[in-house]
């Protein structure tokens, strides 16, 4: 008889999600999600899966960030043929985020070919195309929140809002073999109390076994009020100086849109009327429009705003950057220039040519609004980096860089310590998805408040549910 789940990325790391759960002959994975930060942990990317792909009868998806989702197309393109269940916006999302993932998987490919080409060497496949992103998309099975799903004899599963971006669940898993039956939560990551637009993470109240993420468990974020005067002094340091531009490094889905939001919300306490603001990221437009198309899952503040503001620009001097023409005159513009672009860690996209004019200029700003992994661009420049390097070319760094962690949208060590306590039944813990000394901290906080012994995922852990 066998009910067990094995953890096979984001344990002992961040990126990569993916867990398999066996219930009898039935295999199910949470979450299949790519492996980012330094080169050698994306290669990982192409070794095969620890698993038969065609065994797998099914994919439950927490949300739609590449981290969680971009390599499902790997696994259909491995001979998976099954159902892939997620929330309604988590697919409309993922719709546009893995075009964009495959995207540039076929560039750098193309980019190493060449080199490869120089050297000699055999040439490399992307890891996926967009042809495969399209065969992906078609194996999708849309839910809502709060709707229960008999997803195999032995499965059941309901999604529950995150409130982490638009879409992001909750996991409750109903497993039942031979008599024995277990409810198994999965966290997915996990958004904070009170965060722009979206609801709170819903509260559960029982389980036998919870996995959750970890990847803020050995901080606090500084408090919503404390992070908006933050943001209010950078503009107004921008202000005084009279020149200089500010480039934030935004992920395409949530941040981008909260920042938008902040805006709004705080035009004119932010003095805003004097700058002129720019989202230059093509996925965050497409973003953007997905959330207009699911206003109903805002929280009754961004309702409000929305409500009120759908008819006309929320922001009336928000310039839309849709061509690539449209980006490269932004290079001319020496001061008065918000610029938000991606990618959010700055390992690509077009924040990396604003870092190349402007990144050297010590009357310039950036702005780091989420969390860099290790090994990424955003990382060094959140490190102190004095020069980065970018197409070959070393560029010292003289502009200011500002990290506001108050924006996050994970949970905190707080927050992570509230959700579990409102368990009432102090069910197993599973700590995944966190560097390893956020998850130390984390399980030396909930031993020492709540009695908790939090078990530390580590890849290729199996967990025998019966025994629980």
């Known amino acids: 008889m066998t009910m067990q789940i094995e953890f096979l990325g984001a344990a002992g790391e961040v990126t990569g999600s993916c867990h398999l759960i066996q219930v009898g002959e039935y295999r199910i994975l949470l979450d299949c999600g790519l492996i980012q930060g330094q080169r050698a942990d994306e290669e990982r990317n192409r070794e095969p899966f620890p698993f038969d792909p065609k065994s797998i009868d099914a994919v439950v998806l927490s949300h739609a960030h590449i981290d969680h989702s971009g390599r499902l197309p790997v696994l259909v393109k491995a001979g998976f043929k099954g159902p892939i269940y997620t929330h309604n916006a988590c697919h409309d999302l993922c719709r546009i985020m893995l075009k964009d993932s495959a995207f540039l998987n076929e560039k750098e490919t193309e980019w190493e070919n060449h080199k490869r080409r120089r050297k000699g060497l055999k040439e490399i496949e992307p890891l996926y195309t967009e042809d495969d992103v399209h065969a992906t998309i078609k194996q999708f099975h849309r839910l809502a929140y709060r709707q229960q799903e008999r997803i195999l004899p032995s499965i059941a599963i309901r999604l529950n809002d995150a409130g982490h971006i638009l879409g992001s669940s909750i996991i409750e898993l109903w497993l039942e073999n031979n008599g024995v039956e277990r409810k198994l939560i999965f966290s997915g990551d996990l958004g904070r109390p009170g965060m722009p637009i979206l609801n709170d993470p819903t509260l559960i ?7 959750m993420e970890s990847t803020y468990g050995d901080r606090c974020h500084r408090s919503w009020q404390d992070t ?5 002094e950078v503009l107004g340091s921008m202000m005084s100086n009279g020149k200089g531009n500010i480039l934030i490094p935004a992920f395409a889905v949530g941040r981008t849109q909260e920042i938008l939001y902040l805006f709004a919300k705080y035009y004119d306490d932010w003095g805003l009327d004097r700058w002129q603001i720019f989202l230059d990221s093509p996925l965050a437009i497409e973003a953007t429009n997905v959330f207009t198309h699911h206003s109903e899952l805002f929280n009754p503040e ?31 513009v020496r001061s008065g220039a918000i610029i938000i672009a991606g990618s959010g860690m700055c390992t690509g996209g077009r924040i990396k040519q604003h870092f190349k004019h402007n990144i050297w200029r010590k009357e310039c700003h950036v702005v780091i609004t989420g969390f860099q992994a290790r090994g990424t661009l955003g990382r060094m420049l959140v490190d102190g980096a004095k020069h980065i390097r970018l197409w070959g070319e070393t560029i010292q760094v003289n502009a200011k860089i500002h990290t506001i962690g108050g924006l996050s949208a994970h949970a905190d060590e707080y927050d992570l310590k509230n959700w579990y306590s409102n368990f009432d039944n102090r069910p197993p813990l599973v700590l995944v998805h966190g560097e390893s000394a956020a998850q130390e901290k984390l399980s030396a906080t909930l031993k020492s408040e709540l009695g908790i012994e939090a078990t530390i995922a580590q890849r290729g852990q199996k967990i025998d549910l019966t025994n629980i």
């Open 302 to 332: 961004m309702s409000a705003l929305w409500e009120a503001n759908k008819q006309k620009s929320i922001l009336p001097n928000l310039h839309i950057s849709h061509t690539t023409n449209q980006s490269m005159a932004l290079n001319r």
């Open 228 to 232: 908006h005067n933050e943001m209010a």
């Open 205 to 211: 109240k029982r389980a036998d076994l919870v996995v």
